[in-house]
């Protein structure tokens, strides 16, 4: 699975994030109405904010049966939370499914280390991160610190500093019981 390498991939991926407009709906998402070009690339609370929305969001459109180009219309065309009340007839405020969605990525984050996979191991290939620039072309001269990236992402989905979920957030998620972790 990619999602454990963490933010410039489907499923933390702010790419979308301006589009979606998941902050319209759930209460801790944050809000952005426009893109940050300038601000795109850098490692910031803000930014592991969103790709932690992005995260949860991607997890409940992936669990209906959604893919990526039917949320990148946003959700408010994309009615998912609408749907799934409509569906199960369950009444659930929007901040209640995301999290069910952050419950998901937290599963297939711990699934992965279960398997073998350390997340600090499993990250995008120098090439990609910039290293060495590029010499010309829209990114040249960029390189991303992709290691803050991902620490600042496990930082607010509540990981600990090698991507492992802490005991703490499984709990707050009703996970603890469901996952043997050794921390």
């Known amino acids: 699975s990619d999602d454990h390498q963490t933010c410039k991939n489907t499923t933390g991926r702010d790419k979308y994030y301006v589009s979606i407009q998941v902050w319209r709906y759930c209460s801790w998402a944050p809000n952005q109405i426009k893109k940050d070009k300038e601000n795109e690339f850098l490692a910031t609370d803000f930014g592991a904010k969103k790709h932690k929305a992005m995260s949860a969001i991607k997890q409940v459109t992936d669990g209906v ?82 290691v803050s990236q991902m620490e600042g992402y496990w930082k607010e989905m509540g990981w600990s500093t090698s991507g492992v979920p802490t005991k703490k957030t499984l709990e707050s998620l009703k996970l603890d019981k469901h996952i043997n972790i050794v921390w």
């Open 65 to 146: 049966g959604g893919c990526l180009f039917a949320l990148s219309i946003g959700v408010q065309h994309w009615k998912v939370f609408e749907w799934i009340n409509a569906a199960t007839g369950w009444e659930m405020e929007a901040d209640e499914i995301m999290e069910a969605g952050l419950r998901v990525q937290n599963l297939r984050q711990h699934f992965n280390i279960r398997e073998g996979i350390n997340p600090v191991d499993f990250k995008i290939h120098d090439r990609i991160e910039g290293k060495p620039p590029l010499k010309d072309g829209p990114t040249k001269g960029r390189t991303l610190d992709i």
